[in-house]
């Protein structure tokens, strides 16, 4: 299909007129997903999906149309779309599409036949087994509000009138499964996942085991009195904010004005200990990729060494009006137009096992989860307050469950005051791989 | 349509959008979708299969189908006979204005005009990001139970984003309109005082401090609310999360579960709210449904399936986002009716404690009831008088005890921003609208102790 995407790809850009450029996004997905519940099948998905984006930029104006469907009249019409739109835009003499740079793209084996080849049927036996596991980790499981297995195979393709020709085809398979638990009447919930390129490097016990600790561990909890404490976020918390902490690294929001670290490049913005990498080349991302969404080969980015603010992150546009290199950075669907953003972001480990990082604090909590992330963090400001739940730390050892607070600070001092960073690294299904990170003072407010 | 399985439906949907951004002064892009296709629908027993295809001739219909049906496990071969030919679309959303219909120069010009206003208006403002949105939809639905319905649901938007700079850093403003109409929103609405509305709301943060930190009282401004009751009570109450003992509120029906001043209903016939619409994504027809009536929940939110569980009608709930996706339980517009307190007098009456003119998105987890949500504008109340502008954060509270805490309700009601919420990865246009209220406990999650 790989290469039939590429072709539906050149095909449009070959219509480009010589006074414009024109390119195409092709991309197919092949999904299916099954849900169990009550060891029934509560649902079975099967779908193709396809869509196209193009974008004309003539006279540095830029314009574009995007459809769910390669019908080729269809291509006609979303490329005189684009061409249109791109009439009304404003000239910007930063526009233009990307060239070969001549930077070669890592190859990656991301891409594993185990979805496509295993029987429907082995798929349902996997969210059925799934809930049935979950349901015996502890009497105190008291229901599974969902039990999923899905995958999806998916092929995009990139063309441009300028020269680039890219192509790729992943796979990818998780399962997803929400546990309750209720004891005295009170009901908690928790979560566990395991994700692979394959079904067979899907783990079933832990993902059930995982859905088991977070529900049960926050049975009994309380609400922690308002104070400023240590505090320990664990990888999947701590993956979460490094997202954020990398969406202000983008060169875009920079140039735009909306960057808390503009003018801050070779300034100590962060803990020495912190060291920042995207790096969508390493295998060990599920979110790896051989190229970005303009077609350029992806590339290691070091963005804070040491806490000195090395780069901000490329794509075609912005290293253009910075008179600088695209960074391989373009994120997109087929459609939107190309953005700027990290893709596999980490922090480099420390060298303490997250249990002896612990062991030093007297009193502090331990993060183990946080909600309201989109609500709660203005990444412009850098202000930010986030709900949470996780475990009392006493006098170095985990004690009882805390619910209902919120910690907050802001971006800029957080990473100041990160102290610790522990030597665990776990690649999640995000855009991000979590450590476990010690800040030394965050506000906790609660009761 | 006939089928196999015990329920067969097809979904189709053809929906074109439309957008335009300028940002950092220019007129960014112009941006022009379309996405066509058919969600096929098979229920047998407890099990759905589900397909989708973009690919709308007969022969892909029923590929589709083959796949819906065996996927729920359906003995008989599906049959297909769908012929949606002769079927007029009722002519349902109330339109004045087509979008299509209106020049792309004119949408462009709403931009500029906006991005001037700030620029011309002498205040401490750096950037401005402006953005029009408009989509046509159109649905057509036809089930085994004979039903063969559809509707054309056209929605218009416009939101301005600016950031100011001060001495003590950046601050952001936001403020946005949606209606489900057509163009004529923009001769009800001027786009330059929204675009003046982000920007003051950017300039006033600049003078802010940070939130307080730990339990207080908390007034939301009329509006505003909306957010926090979607979130305290309106996932819960969907029917969905009931039935697998996924809410704090199963079981309460009949219940006193908030303040006796407590009124909250779910009405999708609102005309022009952008959770507005003629039929659900299942074809059942928008309701008004009380679910909290005087503080006692009297009805939970239903669709099709979980209806039919329990032996009555859907409530009319049953949204999806696209033909890709299966419908579940989902709010429309959710609105807190009005009471009869004086919002001066709420205000007054609040020795200390925050006051919160804008909220931003929030988050709950149905079954603990524990939820977040943002405030984007909100100010200190100090003696009963508001005070200074504080930072962006989240309020975090548990919905069964926030509703009992409802201590104030005015009569100023009005309906608040447009939304869009997101479950199980699906997001559908929605409205909430809410008067002054008080809840007289809730954490603040603030830096300032």
Known sequence: MSTELIEIAELVTSWSASDEQVEAVVTSDRETEVRAYEGEIESLTVAESQGIGVRVIKDGRQGFAYAGTLEENELLEVLSEARDNASFASPDEFSGLAEPDGVESVSLDVYSDGVNSLATNKKIDYALELEKLTLATDKRISGIESSEYTDVVSESAIATSTGIRSSSKESGCCLMVYALAEEKGETQTGFGFSIGRNPDELDVAKAASDASDRATRMLGSTKPKSERLTVVLDPWVSAQFLQIVGSTLSAEMVLKGRSLFADRLGETVASPIISLVDDPTNPQAFTATETDGEGLATRRNVLIENGELKMFLHNVWTARKAASTSTGSAIRSYASTPGVGIQAISLKPGGRDPIDLIADIDNGILIQSVTGLHSGVNPISGDFSTGAEGLRISNGELSEPLREFTIGSTIQKMLKDVSEVGSDLEWLPMSSAGSTVVINELTVSGA | ?449
């Not at chain 2, 007029?88 to 792309?104: L, T």
């Not at chain 2, 559809?150 to 001060?166: K, P």
């Not at chain 2, 007098?345 to 603990?368: C, H, K, M, P, S």
Request: glycine share 12%; aromatic share 6%.
């Open chain 2, 1 to 449: 349509m006939k089928s196999g399985g015990s329920f067969a439906e097809i979904f189709i949907e053809d929906r074109r959008s439309t957008s335009a951004v300028l940002d950092d002064g220019l007129v960014e892009e112009l941006n022009n979708g379309r996405d066509r296709g058919a969600g096929i629908r098979v229920v047998s027993g407890e099990t759905t299969g589900f397909a989708h295809t973009a690919d709308l001739s007969a022969s892909g219909l029923h590929k589709a189908a083959e796949a819906a049906s065996s996927a729920a496990r359906s003995n008989s071969e599906a049959v297909v006979e769908v012929d949606l030919s002769n079927e007029s679309i009722p002519n349902i959303s109330e339109i004045e204005i087509f979008p299509k219909e209106v020049s792309k120069s004119e949408k462009v010009a709403l931009l500029k005009s906006a991005d001037e206003s700030v620029r011309d208006a002498g205040l401490p403002v750096t950037q401005v990001a402006a953005r029009y949105g408009d989509s046509h939809r159109v649905l057509q639905i036809a089930n085994s139970e004979g039903l063969l319905t559809g509707d054309r649901q056209i929605r218009s938007s416009f939101s301005v984003s600016c950031v100011a700079a001060g001495d003590a850093g950046m601050q952001t403003g936001r403020e946005s309109v949606g209606r489900t109409v057509g163009f004529e929103l923009f001769k009800d609405t001027n786009v330059d005082e929204v675009a003046l509305k982000a920007a003051a709301r950017a300039v006033t943060k600049l003078d802010s401090v940070p939130a307080p930190s730990g339990e207080m009282p908390v007034v939301v401004g009329p509006g505003g609310g909306g957010v926090l009751f979607h979130e305290a009570c309106g996932h819960g109450l969907e029917a969905d999360l009931i039935e697998k003992s996924a809410s704090v509120f199963a079981g309460k029906q009949g219940e006193m579960v908030a303040a006796p001043n407590v009124t909250l209903i779910d009405d999708g016939t609102m005309v022009g709210e952008w959770g507005r619409f003629a039929i659900d994504d299942e074809g059942n027809p928008a309701h008004q449904n009380v679910l909290i009536e005087d503080g006692v929940l009297t009805d939970y939110m239903w669709d099709w399936q979980r209806a039919r569980k329990h032996g009555r009608l859907s409530s009319g709930n049953g949204r999806r986002q696209s033909y890709r996706h299966l419908p579940m339980v989902r709010m429309t517009n959710t609105f807190l009716a009005a009471g009869d307190g004086d919002p001066q007098e709420i205000i007054e009456d609040t020795e200390y404690g925050i006051y919160v003119a804008q909220l931003g998105g929030g988050q709950v987890n149905t079954a603990t009831g524990d939820f977040v949500f943002g405030m984007t504008e909100a100010y200190l109340i100090e003696n009963g008088k508001l005070a200074a502008p504080i930072r962006d954060g989240n309020l975090i509270g548990n919905g069964p005890q926030v509703l009992l805490d409802i201590d104030a309700i005015a009569g100023d009601f009005a309906m608040g921003s447009p939304g869009t919420c997101g479950k199980d990865g699906q997001g559908v246009p929605v409205g909430d609208g809410t008067p002054t209220l008080r809840v007289k406990r809730l954490t603040v999650g603030g830096t300032a102790t």
